[in-house]
C-alpha cells in the first residue's frame, strides 16, 4: 500500500462549483501536511499547509483528520485557473517527504 | 531572489554519455532535494541533502550520484545515462517542512 494516496481523477467541474478532494497516510506517526499546486510542465509550488485546526485561505480549505488519517482540500467557487493537479504532501518528522501521485481538476467554463 | 534555479532546461543524451544537472538555491535552506517525476508515478526522491556537507539516498538514486557543493548548490550527476532515466528532474530547497522547486529539467535518453 501506498503510503500516501490520492484519486487521480480528473475531477471535471464547471466554473463555480465546490469541489473536495481528499488524501490518505498510512503512517500514524506523520507530523506535517500540505498541499501543492502544478501547473502542465511546470513545477510544484506550495499553495497552504493544514494544521490540526484547519487553514483557509480565500476560497481554500485545507482539513486534517488525524483519526481517519486523510487530509483534504476544498475549493469554493472554482476558477478556470484553477485547473491544475494537486499534490498531498506528508511529512514523517524525518528529511523526506512523501509526495501523492496527485489529483487533477479540470474547470470548465 | 531567483529562489531555486535549474541548467538545463532541457537535455536529450545518448545511452552512456554522462551529464550534471545543476541546481542553486538563494533562499539560505539548509534542506535541498532531487526528484525525478514521471508520468503515473508522481514525484520520487532521488537524493537529498539535510545540510551542508551530507547526502542521503531516497527512493530511486541508482543510476545517479549528488554533490552537494556548498549550501547554495547541489548536483546531480548521470554517470551513464540509459532509457530508463528519461525523465522530467526538480530540484527542491526547503524550509521548516515547506519546499521550493526549481523549474524543471526535461531529459530525454535514446
Known amino acids: 500500500r501506498k503510503e500516501v494516496e490520492q484519486d487521480p481523477g480528473p475531477f471535471n467541474v464547471p466554473e463555480g462549483a465546490t469541489v473536495a478532494f481528499n488524501c490518505t497516510y498510512s503512517?500514524?506517526?506523520?507530523?506535517?501536511f500540505f498541499w501543492y499546486r502544478q501547473d502542465c510542465r511546470k513545477e510544484p509550488k506550495l499553495l497552504m499547509s493544514?494544521?490540526?485546526s484547519g487553514n483557509e485561505d480565500g476560497r481554500f480549505t485545507a482539513q486534517l483528520n488525524r483519526a481517519s488519517q486523510y487530509i483534504s482540500l476544498l475549493i469554493r467557487d472554482s476558477k478556470l485557473s484553477d485547473s491544475a493537479t494537486y499534490l498531498c504532501?506528508?511529512?514523517?518528522?524525518?528529511?523526506?517527504?512523501?509526495f501523492g501521485r496527485g489529483t487533477s481538476l479540470i474547470v470548465h467554463p | 531572489n531567483a529562489g531555486v534555479t535549474q541548467t538545463p532546461k532541457f537535455q536529450v543524451l545518448k545511452t552512456g554519455q554522462s551529464m550534471t544537472l545543476q541546481c542553486a538555491q538563494d533562499?539560505?535552506?539548509?534542506?535541498m532535494y532531487w526528484y525525478r517525476q514521471d508520468p503515473g508515478m508522481g514525484l520520487r526522491l532521488i537524493y537529498y541533502?539535510?545540510?551542508?556537507?551530507?547526502?542521503d539516498k531516497g527512493e530511486v538514486p541508482n543510476g545517479y550520484n549528488v554533490s552537494r557543493l556548498n549550501k547554495r548548490e547541489f548536483s546531480l550527476r548521470l554517470e551513464s545515462a540509459a532509457p530508463s532515466q528519461t525523465s522530467v528532474y526538480f530540484c527542491?530547497?526547503?524550509?521548516?517542512?515547506?519546499?521550493?522547486f526549481g523549474p524543471g529539467t526535461r531529459l530525454t535518453v535514446t
Open positions: 504532501v506528508v511529512n514523517q518528522g524525518s528529511y523526506i517527504p512523501t
Open positions: 503512517n500514524s506517526a506523520s507530523q506535517s
Open positions: 493544514v494544521y490540526s
Open positions: 533562499m539560505n535552506h539548509n534542506s
Open positions: 541533502s539535510a545540510s551542508e556537507g551530507t547526502t
Open positions: 527542491a530547497s526547503e524550509a521548516v517542512y515547506e519546499q521550493y
